[in-house]
């Protein structure tokens, strides 16, 4: 299995979109950044038609100046999946995308089947901040990121490069756009209830960016909500443990 490389418009906004598989659609909406790509998302292309759009302002899509919330992006992929002619999809979220997808969830729980969120930000969990990587050197960012750092080396050898470079700042400027602009919400719980169909949360213990701790407040608010955690694994918990991505396809295939 491989991704195909898709280009579509959505509200003329140019959106890449890498798909791979038959069946049942599974939209995946990734985190704050893309340089370590996703091929640990490959194997669900066994049952499902995966599609990972790039957020407008991330990867290979365009900049989208009017999208500055979560909500914004939330109508995007409201139009997106209407551009795309389809009626319900499954839903998995990364980190920022979680909180994304979470969102979507709750306010039109009738276009999900079944909902994914994978290290999600988003809760304001007293004790437990999310990490404020502005404030972490580059150098110490591996290791915020993954339990075993050793792994992404692969993914930084072009780390020097000014246009490797370009693309990380530019990534990073829209999501602390979003940060700036409501991404991480003391009131987006009283929403959460909403989200009655069938829901995992899959969490790497060892996670430094969105601690394992605040999985708790997200299985007491969505009801129903299943919580997979894996030891010695950091926020990347679907590249570091296979374990995974393997529960996410049987969840979905139940």
């Known amino acids: 299995m491989t991704f195909q490389r898709e280009t579509l418009t959505v509200n003329g906004v140019r959106i890449v979109m890498l798909t791979s598989g038959q069946g049942a659609p599974l ?22 038609r995966v599609m990972i759009p790039y957020h407008p302002g991330f990867g290979e899509s365009d900049d989208a100046a009017h999208l500055t919330t979560p909500h914004d992006y939330v109508m ?18 990364f980190s920022m995308g979680g909180r994304l997808a979470a969102t979507f969830t709750a306010e039109h729980r009738r276009r999900v089947n079944k909902l994914v969120l994978i290290a999600p930000a988003g809760l304001d969990v007293p004790g437990h901040p999310i990490a404020d990587l502005s404030n972490v050197p580059p150098e110490q960012i591996p290791s915020y990121l993954a339990h075993d750092p050793s792994f992404l080396a692969p993914h930084l050898v072009n780390a020097a ?6 693309a990380r700042a530019r990534e990073g400027g829209n999501f602390f756009k979003l940060v700036d602009n409501g991404l991480l919400n003391p009131h987006f719980s009283r929403w959460l209830h909403r989200v009655t169909l069938p829901t995992l949360i899959v969490w790497g213990e060892e996670d430094r960016i969105t601690p394992v701790a605040q999985s708790e407040a997200w299985i007491r608010h969505i009801p129903g909500a299943r919580l997979h955690r894996y030891p010695r694994s950091g ?9 995974s ?9 139940e």
């Not at 926020?235 to 374990?243: A, C, G, K, W």
């Not at 991505?245 to 295939?253: G, K, N, P, Q, T």
């Open 76 to 93: 995007h992929y409201l139009d997106f999946i209407d551009e795309l002619g389809l009626d319900r999809v499954h839903l998995a979220g």
């Open 235 to 243: 926020h990347l918990v679907l590249d570091e443990e296979p374990d």
């Open 245 to 253: 991505v393997e529960a996410i396809e049987a969840f979905l295939r």
């Open 161 to 166: 490069k000014p246009e490797w470079q370009a």
């Open 27 to 48: 939209l995946f909406l990734h985190g704050a950044g893309t340089w370590h790509g996703f091929d640990y998302a490959l194997p669900w292309a066994e049952h499902f």
